[in-house]
């Protein structure tokens, strides 16, 4: 092994580990592949950024355009009426159609572009035929990625190993050259399912039991139904006259107001600006104990002998300002009090940014580079912050500072427990005080002992008294959240209304959504659509709690609250695809016969040789846009930059492998194993190799590794390529194994409530199948040529 075959396989090697543990995006790790081949000179400048102009790349992204330009014409509408005229009522029919139609899209469509069309349709498909839609989006998907094994353009598989023989010199493949071998697994693929397989999918849509969705029963569908209460505001509430936001109805609670009754007159998701009126009565959703639980610090007692505590605490604790550092993974993220009290030992007590002193509220502030939290702890946390890498800087913080500065005097104070306070036995954590009103316990006096900084999870005591950070006066707020009175039952009017303005929507991640990776409370779906969301389905569980927290990922299944209007509105968000039936304006179907007939010109012009394939591409996509099919703006939405830098970053690993004898390397290691066996076991080996491989790392980037070894093995055995090619794209593209083996398995995961092992349990035995179905074709349509000596 020569160095740089060695440096080569480093790259290799350090990239599929990043492509593993995900700690880095794949299209970020692409380009680092790319400059780093660059730089240790493995390849040249040229070389390194060939893949952007590759034909195959360009080929790719204006598929996506072409595909959107069908998507966007009606094409949709019109196959859930023909699936529908087709198969009638039968899971076995419905299977077969929905497979063979997505299938026969997937011919000239991108398979995730099939799959987000098809979505909304099979779930429509299974609301009318009362089939669990569990049982059909799965198939669906798979058979979006069995039709792209039978065109040249039907996956970037197929285009790469189509480029990559054309680099070498050999004959490529055409159009419609991988048509016998993948239409055979097509059908040999949806005979099983349907079959078989289909037994192996679960048999309901999990935690969302036999019935199907529909604006009707989302409510309980996602456990929703039980959480919504009615609270009425007492005439001489404390609350009355302030707003909902001032009340701490929502954050304090997690309750999602969901109307207001105000003598008679209802308002819908009223805004946190809403002045509350004795007599309000509040539609609410959201978990009963939680309010409960919360209620109880109402009964608490504020002392007026604080200064004596304080100054107790004063003078053994450790104050510091720790600067977030510019590369902290604590850049935009919020200060939750448990959370850093369990990591870093530490409270915060306030925030300062430049001139900015934060001492209220800071659970809510996204943290930004160079702010400086003023937090208390022991000797010990404090020197671990020191060393911490979230941190710049950590100095101490003198007496001067605190009290001029951050005037930290005014936002300490004492409260007493009660001796018979139901708030006995109970922690901090558990009753949600310090994320609810942002206050930080400091200390706690029980007995003449003083313990500092207790943990989140020590019980607290009738009698102990609690020094406190925070603002005294918003214990009137919980005073005034005692006051309320609770009814389980919700009234005929609000039950009236409910059903009348307000509706329930359910949607997923559209494949390219700009949504994937932000934060719930930084989308601020109330702000920005007025929709409030209220349930959430990830990875075969339903959260109901604590939303704000989480951040989104492609797979997730959302349930909306709003106004019909706003649903109507939101509906048509590309970075969303609608789940249950919302009125929306219909798509210009008189646009599909022109649509259809310019993907037809492209692979006409393609088949009888008057335009490169990446040409003929690239001028069908203008000719969408310039007829009106889509706008402009759609076709760069459209396209999955991921992918395309994707394979545009890899490209120059393959043209490395091949230029350094790294190939040739890991080919004659393949060939020492299963040379002696002839050159269908080789190809079988490679088969089941890529196959393997699919499971961890992305399948464009995959040919492309594999392209090359290839090559090699079959010089090294004296035959013609293109078979063994071939095999390696149909594995490649035969992506069943698990959700993260392709974006259409992702997509629908969420909406078909499956877990990891759903994946499993069919993909594996799909994968054998289609396996035999490609050994068994091969030799029948592509046999086997020796190179002539």
Same mark, same amino acid.
């Given at each position: 092994?020569?160095?740089?075959?060695?440096? &080569?396989?480093?790259? +290799?090697?350090?990239?599929?580990?990043?492509?593993?543990?995900?700690?880095?995006?794949?299209?970020?790790?692409?380009?680092?592949?790319?400059?780093?081949?660059?730089?240790?000179?493995?390849?040249?400048?040229?070389?390194?950024?060939?893949?952007?102009?590759?034909?195959?790349?360009?080929?790719?992204?204006?598929?996506?355009?072409?595909?959107?330009?069908?998507?966007?014409?009606?094409?949709?509408?019109?196959?859930?009426?023909?699936?529908?005229?087709?198969?009638?009522?039968?899971?076995?029919?419905?299977?077969?159609?929905?497979?063979?139609?997505?299938?026969?899209?997937?011919?000239?469509?991108?398979?995730?572009? &099939?799959?987000?069309?098809?979505?909304?349709?099979?779930?429509?498909?299974?609301?009318?035929?009362?089939?669990?839609?569990?049982?059909?989006?799965?198939?669906?998907?798979?058979?979006?990625?069995? $039709?792209?094994?039978?065109?040249?353009?039907?996956?970037?598989?197929?285009?790469?190993?189509?480029?990559?023989?054309?680099?070498?010199?050999?004959?490529?493949?055409?159009?419609?050259?991988?048509?016998?071998?993948?239409?055979?697994?097509?059908?040999?693929?949806?005979?099983?399912?349907?079959?078989? $397989?289909?037994?192996?999918?679960?048999?309901?849509?999990?935690?969302?039991?036999?019935?199907?969705?529909?604006?009707?029963?989302?409510?309980?569908?996602?456990?929703?139904?039980?959480?919504?209460?009615?609270?009425?505001?007492?005439?001489?509430?404390?609350?009355?006259?302030?707003?909902?936001?001032?009340?701490?109805?929502?954050?304090?609670?997690?309750?999602?107001?969901?109307?207001?009754?105000?003598?008679?007159?209802?308002?819908?998701?009223?805004?946190?600006?809403?002045?509350?009126?004795?007599?309000?009565?509040?539609?609410?959703?959201?978990?009963?104990?939680?309010?409960?639980?919360?209620?109880?610090?109402?009964?608490?007692?504020?002392?007026?002998?604080?200064?004596?505590?304080?100054?107790?605490?004063?003078?053994?604790?450790?104050?510091?300002?720790?600067?977030?550092?510019?590369?902290?993974?604590?850049?935009?993220?919020?200060?939750?009090?448990?959370?850093?009290?369990?990591?870093?030992?530490?409270?915060?007590?306030?925030?300062?940014?430049?001139?900015?002193?934060?001492?209220?509220?800071?659970?809510?502030?996204?943290?930004?580079?160079?702010?400086?939290?003023?937090?208390?702890?022991?000797?010990?946390?404090?020197?671990?912050?020191?060393?911490?890498?979230?941190?710049?800087?950590?100095?101490?913080?003198?007496?001067?500072?605190?009290?001029?500065?951050?005037?930290?005097?005014?936002?300490?104070? &004492?409260?007493?427990?009660?001796?018979?306070?139901?708030?006995?036995?109970?922690?901090?954590?558990?009753?949600?005080?310090?994320?609810?009103?942002?206050?930080?316990?400091?200390?706690?006096?029980?007995?003449?002992?003083?313990?500092?900084?207790?943990?989140?999870?020590?019980?607290?005591?009738?009698?102990?008294?609690?020094?406190?950070?925070?603002?005294?006066?918003?214990?009137?707020?919980?005073?005034?959240?005692?006051?309320?009175?609770?009814?389980?039952?919700?009234?005929?009017?609000?039950?009236?209304?409910?059903?009348?303005?307000?509706?329930?929507?359910?949607?997923?991640?559209?494949?390219?959504?700009?949504?994937?990776?932000?934060?719930?409370?930084?989308?601020?779906?109330?702000?920005?659509?007025? +929709?409030?969301?209220?349930?959430?389905?990830?990875? $075969?569980?339903?959260?109901?709690?604590? #939303?704000?927290? #989480?951040?989104?990922?492609?797979?997730?299944?959302?349930?909306?609250?709003?106004?019909?209007?706003?649903?109507?509105?939101?509906?048509?968000?590309?970075?969303?695809?609608?789940?249950?039936?919302?009125?929306?304006?219909?798509?210009?179907?008189?646009?599909?016969?022109?649509?259809?007939?310019?993907?037809?010109?492209?692979?006409?012009?393609?088949?009888?040789?008057?335009?490169?394939?990446?040409?003929?591409?690239?001028?069908?996509?203008?000719?969408?846009?310039?007829?009106?099919?889509?706008?402009?703006?759609?076709?760069?939405?459209?396209?999955?930059?991921?992918?395309?830098?994707?394979?545009? $970053?890899?490209?120059?690993?393959?043209?490395?492998?091949?230029?350094?004898?790294?190939?040739?390397?890991?080919?004659?290691?393949?060939?020492?194993?299963?040379?002696?066996?002839?050159?269908?076991?080789?190809?079988?080996?490679?088969?089941?190799?890529?196959? #393997?491989?699919?499971?961890?790392?992305?399948?464009?980037?995959?040919?492309? +590794?594999?392209?090359?070894?290839?090559?090699?093995?079959?010089?090294?055995?004296?035959?013609?390529?293109?078979?063994?090619?071939?095999?390696?794209?149909?594995?490649?593209?035969?992506?069943?194994?698990?959700?993260?083996?392709?974006?259409?398995?992702?997509?629908?995961?969420?909406?078909?409530?499956?877990?990891?092992?759903?994946?499993?349990?069919?993909?594996?035995?799909?994968?054998?199948?289609?396996?035999?179905?490609?050994?068994?074709?091969?030799?029948?349509?592509?046999?086997?040529?020796?190179?002539?000596?």
């Amino acid at each position: 092994m020569t160095y740089e075959i060695a440096l &080569v396989l480093g790259i +290799l090697g350090v990239a599929l580990i990043l492509f593993v543990t995900e700690v880095l995006r794949m299209d970020l790790v692409a380009l680092l592949v790319l400059v780093a081949l660059a730089i240790t000179g493995l390849v040249d400048t040229e070389s390194a950024l060939s893949g952007f102009s590759n034909p195959a790349v360009v080929t790719v992204w204006a598929m996506f355009i072409l595909s959107d330009g069908l998507t966007r014409t009606g094409i949709a509408d019109i196959l859930g009426t023909l699936v529908l005229r087709i198969a009638g009522y039968r899971e076995f029919l419905l299977i077969v159609v929905i497979m063979l139609t997505a299938g026969s899209l997937s011919f000239f469509m991108s398979n995730i572009g &099939v799959a987000a069309l098809m979505l909304p349709v099979v779930m429509d498909v299974a609301r009318r035929t009362d089939v669990p839609a569990s049982r059909l989006l799965m198939p669906m998907a798979y058979g979006a990625l069995l $039709g792209g094994l039978t065109t040249l353009v039907g996956t970037p598989p197929n285009l790469l190993v189509a480029s990559a023989l054309t680099a070498a010199g050999e004959r490529s493949f055409n159009m419609f050259d991988f048509a016998p071998v993948g239409l055979g697994a097509l059908l040999m693929g949806t005979l099983f399912i349907a079959l078989a $397989g289909r037994f192996l999918l679960p048999r309901e849509t999990r935690v969302h039991g036999e019935k199907q969705r529909s604006q009707r029963n989302l409510r309980q569908l996602y456990g929703l139904q039980e959480r919504t209460f009615t609270l009425t505001v007492p005439k001489n509430s404390i609350l009355a006259g302030k707003s909902l936001a001032a009340s701490r109805i929502g954050s304090a609670l997690g309750l999602i107001v969901v109307a207001l009754d105000r003598n008679g007159r209802i308002e819908a998701l009223p805004s946190a600006k809403t002045l509350l009126q004795g007599g309000d009565k509040l539609l609410v959703q959201g978990r009963l104990d939680r309010f409960e639980e919360l209620r109880r610090w109402g009964e608490v007692v504020i002392e007026r002998e604080a200064p004596l505590l304080q100054s107790l605490v004063s003078e053994r604790v450790q104050l510091v300002e720790a600067t977030v550092a510019r590369d902290s993974a604590l850049i935009k993220s919020l200060v939750n009090h448990t959370d850093y009290r369990r990591r870093f030992g530490t409270n915060v007590l306030a925030i300062r940014r430049d001139e900015l002193i934060r001492r209220v509220g800071i659970n809510k502030v996204p943290l930004r580079a160079g702010d400086k939290l003023l937090m208390q702890g022991n000797q010990d946390a404090l020197a671990d912050l020191d060393r911490s890498p979230e941190f710049s800087e950590v100095e101490t913080v003198d007496e001067d500072t605190l009290t001029d500065v951050y005037r930290m005097q005014e936002s300490v104070f &004492v409260i007493r427990i009660p001796r018979d306070s139901q708030l006995g036995g109970k922690s901090l954590a558990e009753t949600r005080l310090g994320e609810a009103f942002d206050f930080r316990l400091l200390a706690t006096f029980r007995e003449n002992t003083l313990q500092l900084m207790p943990e989140p999870d020590e019980l607290l005591l009738g009698g102990d008294l609690l020094l406190l950070q925070g603002r005294p006066e918003d214990f009137d707020e919980l005073r005034g959240l005692q006051e309320l009175e609770i009814s389980s039952a919700v009234s005929a009017q609000f039950s009236s209304y409910e059903s009348d303005r307000l509706a329930m929507l359910e949607v997923t991640l559209a494949p390219q959504s700009e949504m994937v990776g932000r934060s719930i409370s930084d989308i601020n779906f109330r702000e920005k659509y007025g +929709l409030e969301l209220v349930a959430l389905w990830r990875s $075969g569980e339903t959260i109901r709690s604590d #939303l704000n927290q #989480l951040r989104l990922e492609f797979g997730d299944a959302l349930v909306l609250l709003g106004p019909r209007t706003k649903i109507n509105v939101f509906s048509e968000d590309s970075d969303f695809i609608t789940m249950t039936p919302a009125p929306k304006a219909p798509p210009d179907i008189k646009r599909a016969p022109l649509a259809a007939l310019i993907m037809l010109a492209v692979v006409v012009t393609v088949l009888l040789d008057i335009l490169p394939i990446a040409i003929a591409a690239i001028l069908g996509a203008a000719a969408m846009v310039t007829t009106g099919c889509l706008s402009m703006e759609n076709a760069y939405r459209a396209i999955d930059w991921r992918a395309v830098f994707l394979i545009a $970053g890899m490209l120059p690993l393959g043209i490395a492998m091949a230029d350094t004898g790294a190939a040739g390397f890991i080919a004659g290691e393949v060939m020492n194993l299963l040379g002696d066996l002839g050159p269908w076991p080789v190809i079988a080996g490679l088969y089941a190799l890529t196959a #393997l491989a699919t499971m961890i790392i992305p399948t464009a980037a995959l040919v492309v +590794l594999m392209s090359p070894i290839v090559l090699s093995a079959s010089a090294e055995m004296g035959i013609m390529p293109q078979t063994a090619m071939m095999a390696v794209a149909m594995a490649a593209s035969a992506s069943f194994t698990s959700p993260i083996s392709h974006p259409a398995n992702v997509l629908v995961m969420g909406p078909g409530g499956y877990r990891f092992v759903d994946y499993i349990k069919l993909g594996v035995p799909l994968t054998l199948v289609i396996f035999v179905a490609v050994m068994f074709l091969l030799p029948l349509f592509w046999p086997i040529s020796y190179v002539n000596p």
